[in-house]
Structures are given as C-alpha cells and as structure tokens.
C-alpha cells in the first residue's frame, strides 16, 4: 500500500475504535462520578 492509503486506513481503524470505545469510556467516568 502507498503511505497515503495507509495513513487513510490508520485513520478510520483508529476512528472506528474511538467510537467503539467512547461509550464505554463514558459509562465508566460516570460511574467514577
């Protein structure tokens, strides 16, 4: 793959698993609070 094509698939694995991951991340500060 060309650097441009890996940095665009980085990108959207790293997205795709912030967003997975975001509720979880909030359910646990709010359960911290």
Same mark, same amino acid.
């Given at each position: *793959?060309? #650097? #441009? %094509?890996?940095? !665009? !698939? /980085? %990108? *959207? /694995?790293?997205?795709?698993? #912030?967003?997975? *991951? *975001?509720? !979880? %991340?909030e359910q646990?500060?709010? =359960?911290? =609070?």
């Amino acid at each position: *793959l060309s #650097g #441009g %094509t890996r940095t !665009i !698939i /980085l %990108t *959207l /694995l790293i997205a795709g698993v #912030g967003a997975w *991951l *975001l509720p !979880i %991340t909030e359910q646990k500060e709010d =359960a911290d =609070a």
